[in-house]
């Protein structure tokens, strides 16, 4: 099992930054990839971003190219999501997942994913 703890979400206005981190406990050691993901209420959950863990190859959802850079510590078992730029469109819970699928490319579909965080919400408005 994997265990994934999200923070760093708060509120911010248009044109801000955040910092969202994702610790990694357990069973880490067979970790292909992490991601970030996040859900608008009454939307479907989308990827922003994942990692792969082996060689920190980034793949990213086009609405966040340019304005988020996902990165990782592997010291820390820690995943980061740096996002600048924020719009109100990229107001939702964002979720930290971990996946131990072989995978390849922009693996963007949840269900390549097995493990879960809580969640950390983000929003952005004036």
């Known amino acids: 099992q994997v265990q994934l703890v999200e923070s760093g979400g708060g509120s911010v206005q248009p044109g801000g930054s955040l910092r969202l981190s994702c610790a990694a406990s357990g069973e880490t050691r067979n970790t292909t990839c992490m991601g970030w993901f996040r859900q608008a209420p009454g939307k479907e959950r989308e990827a922003v971003a994942i990692i792969y863990t082996s060689d920190g190859t980034t793949y990213y959802a086009d609405s966040v190219e340019g304005r988020c850079t996902i990165s990782q510590d592997n010291a820390k078992n820690t995943v980061y999501l740096q996002m600048n730029s924020l719009e109100p469109e990229d107001t939702g819970m964002y979720y930290c997942?971990?996946?131990?699928?072989?995978?390849?490319?922009?693996?963007?579909?949840?269900?390549?994913?097995?493990?879960w965080g809580q969640g950390t919400q983000v929003t952005v408005s004036s």
């Open positions: 997942a971990a996946s131990r699928t072989v995978l390849s490319g922009p693996a963007f579909a949840p269900v390549y994913f097995g493990y």
